[in-house]
T-cell receptor
Framework: EDQVTQSPEALRLQEGESSSLNCSYT??????LFWYRQDPGKGPEFLFT???AGEEKEKERLKATLTKKESFLHITAPKPEDSATYLC??????????FGAGTTVTVRA | EPEVTQTPSHQVTQMGQEVILRCVPI?????FYWYRQILGQKVEFLVS????????KSEIFDDQFSVERPDGSNFTLKIRSTKLEDSAMYFC?????????????FGSGTQLSVL
């Protein structure tokens, strides 16, 4: 069974204070690792797909990296609008994604 | 930008009643999914659907659940006799590739409350 663990559970940041979120995973064969953003009462919004160790993807203030056992989502100089829950999910050898519990990020102005 | 549309956004029902949750996937997508999220818990897989058949289902997706694509645009989840523990946010998702790397696009969800 695929296992996805995210840490920390919650992160409170000052505007401009950079930080990183962690996603560690155990899968039988990784096809892809995904980062999603989820706002309260909404569905997950796709951010990135990472396929292999060493890969990096960037979008505005977000940068995702991947190793063989974990992924990091770096938030550089965050703004209040970056406040959300960030979900990590893995796709291995079947038709589903397995999600972590998420990290709730709050950015104060 | 194309999006997955779900209706209703909120559904309140009595225990034992049947509910149907509706979804309109992105138009050129062929693979469809239902996930759910109980308040404060992880997003959980329920079922995947392709070519008018269930591809995979989780242990949660028991005989009380069914899915259907009644026409070329809608995808529905039916819960035959709701239980209190079915209260959750239900998300529909779709993708254009179900055999490679899954890149799912999610709807905004239906909040189901079973009283």
């Amino acid at each position: 069974e695929d296992q996805v663990t995210q840490s920390p559970e919650a992160l409170r940041l000052q505007e401009g204070e950079s930080s990183s979120l962690n996603c560690s995973y155990t899968v039988s064969g990784l096809r892809g690792l995904f980062w999603y953003r989820q706002d309260p009462g909404k569905g997950p919004e796709f951010l990135f797909t990472l396929y292999s160790a060493g890969e990096e993807k960037e979008k505005e203030r977000l940068k995702a990296t991947l190793t063989k056992k974990e992924s990091f989502l770096h938030i550089t100089a965050p703004k209040p609008e970056d406040s959300a829950t960030y979900l990590c999910a893995v796709h291995s050898n079947d038709y589903k994604l397995s999600f972590g519990a998420g990290t709730t990020v709050t950015v104060r102005a | 930008e194309p999006e997955v549309t779900q209706t209703p956004s909120h559904q309140v029902t009595q225990m034992g009643q049947e509910v149907i949750l509706r979804c309109v996937p992105i138009s050129n997508h062929l693979y469809f999914y239902w996930y759910r999220q109980i308040l404060g818990q992880k997003v959980e897989f329920l079922v995947s659907f392709y070519n008018n058949e269930i591809s995979e289902k989780s242990e949660i997706f028991d005989d009380q659940f069914s899915v259907e694509r009644p026409d070329g645009s809608n995808f529905t989840l039916k819960i035959r006799s709701t239980k209190l523990e079915d209260s959750a946010m239900y998300f529909c998702a779709s993708s254009d590739d179900g055999t490679g790397v899954l890149k799912l696009f999610f709807g905004s969800g239906t909040q189901l409350s079973v009283l």
